[in-house]
Structure formats: C-alpha cells, structure tokens
C-alpha cells in the first residue's frame, strides 16, 4: 500500500507540473520514500503512515498518508511538515491542507496557495487519506527527516484542535501568479538572474536586492511587477513576520522551449525559481511561472 502510494505521489506530480511531457525518475534528484517523521505531542490524533518527498522540477513536493486515530470526524487538517537535512538543520517547510467542500483550512489566518485535497466526506476515526503539498522553494539538499511543526484539526462536530511546535516557521507563499509579466524584451537579456525580495509582515514586496548598481534601472522594474504578486508573508510561531525571498529568475528565449526541470548544482541553497518565457506575440510580454506554476497553467515545455 505504501508504494502505491508513492507511485501515485509521482504520477500527481508528472500531471501537475507538466500536462504534456511524461518525464522520467531521473527527473528528480531527491525522492524520499517512508521519510522518518516526528509527529505532533506524544498522542497524536492523526498518525503519518507514510510521508513521501520529491525535488527535481522547480518545487519541492511531500505526500502523507494520514490516518484519524481520534474518536470523532475530521472535516479539515491542515500540518506544516519542516525538513531537515542529514545534520539536523532545516532544509524546508510544507504546508499540507486537507479539507471537505466549503469548509476553509483549519489553521485560521494562514493562507496556502496549494489546496490540493478535497475530503469527499468526514474523516471517520481508523479511516486514512492521502494528501499532498507543495513548496515554490527548492534546494539541493535531499532531507532526510521530517517534523511536524504544526498540526490544527476540525471536527465534524465543531469543535477543533492544534498543536504547535514550540519555535515553528514557515517561509512566504506566493498565492497567486499573474499571466503576463511586464517587461521591455530588449531590457533582459537569455539567461539567470539571482536577486532577494524583501517581504514585510502584510506579504507585500517592500525591496529587490542583488543584481548590482548597474542594473539599477531593471531592478525597478522587476520591483514594479513583484508589487502586483500576491504573496502571503511568512510565518514565526503564527505571527507574520517580515522575511526575504531568495528568487532564482530564469529568462527564456523561444516561447517554445521552457523547462520545470532544476538541476541541484543551481540551487545550492533554498530558492524561488520563476521562470519567464516570451509570449507568442511581442505585445504579449512575457508568461510567468512560480515554482512551475502559472496564472492557469504550468510550464509544459523543457529547454
């Protein structure tokens, strides 16, 4: 049952980041399979029988298979899984939601751009279910461990529960990808631009920072476009906080050739990968992708 799992874990995945290419397993530099995971309290209410991790396109990606040791009906659950590498120290963090038909995340005041699983019905206690989240963020590093930073839960019943870590983050989401992203074509040229986005506590882009003096005037400009993304801010023990966003832009130069594909050695640190490719016409601009996520497409070609 839990490589069944695992398999439908990658199969999502292919479906998810690129409707018309396949792929391969080599695609993915890092898949963890049955990830050793800590659980929330000593007594958890829901008990992770599998957790599934994958890095490779331009996002990182977890599967749990969950499992209602309560007593009463799960109508939404929403975990915050953090990863760490083979030294202990945090990789990443995922958020993980799960919830019935009109019933919002049971983490009030949080929001994820991924909302992948809808429960057909309650949760019943013994029962299990699968859910899958997702990260723009991605890097090198393979996790070999994982915890549950927090877990909120609410009952069919109405009432709730939550457990939290005692010092848990979680990094900023982009929510929402615009179609078009504008820029002068002649002011970019082919290629990788590596800057940070510094995000206040309200998630709004405040500075771009670290493409040089010389650039000055295309830093305005990507500023300008950021201004427009919604970004939720990132997360400190529940409170928002002001952070920074490490972006890795990659400028494409045929409308029809794109990638989702990363190779490790250009992330050897955690990133946002934002791919922009040209529009079919010039007066389109340019099609923006987040973590191989677009306005109401992924990124479908490879480079």
Not at 70 to 78: D, L, P, V
Not at 118 to 140: C, H, M, N, T, W
Not at 219 to 227: A, E, P
Request: charged share 20%.
């Amino acid at each position: 049952m839990k490589g069944a799992h695992g398999l439908a874990l990658l199969l999502f995945s292919f479906v998810w980041i690129l409707p018309s290419y396949a792929g391969s397993n080599s695609e993915f530099f890092c898949r963890q399979e049955h990830l050793p995971t800590i659980q929330a309290g000593d007594a958890p209410v829901v008990n992770i029988q599998d957790h599934t991790f994958v890095y490779g396109f331009a996002h990182a990606r977890g599967g749990l298979t969950l499992r209602n040791e309560s007593q009463r009906n799960i109508e939404s659950i929403t975990i915050i899984a953090t990863y760490y590498d083979a030294r202990g120290s945090t990789v990443i963090a995922i958020p993980f939601t799960a919830a019935m038909a009109g019933v919002e995340n049971a983490y009030p005041g949080a929001a994820f751009p991924y909302y992948d699983r809808r429960l057909e019905q309650p949760l019943a206690p013994s029962k299990e279910v699968y859910i899958s989240g997702a990260s723009d963020f991605v890097a090198a590093t393979c996790p070999r461990s994982a915890a549950v930073s927090l877990l909120a839960i609410r009952y069919h019943d109405g009432s709730a529960t939550q457990w939290t870590a005692p010092d848990w983050y979680l990094a900023p989401r982009i929510l929402e990808v615009p179609q078009y992203f504008s820029l002068p074509r002649t002011e970019v040229a082919v290629g990788d631009l590596h800057f940070t986005l510094r995000i206040d506590a309200r998630g709004n882009t405040e500075t771009l920072q670290g493409l040089g003096e010389s650039d000055r005037k295309l830093s305005g400009q990507l500023l300008k476009q950021f201004r427009i993304w919604r970004i939720a801010p990132a997360l400190k023990k529940g409170q928002p906080v002001a952070s920074e966003m490490p972006v890795m832009m990659r400028i494409h130069g045929n409308a029809k050739r794109g990638s989702c594909a990363i190779r490790p050695e250009e992330v050897p640190t955690p990133v946002v990968v934002i791919d922009l490719v040209p529009g079919l016409l010039a007066s389109d601009g340019w099609r923006a992708y987040a973590g191989c996520r677009g306005a109401s497409a992924t990124l479908r070609y490879r480079r």
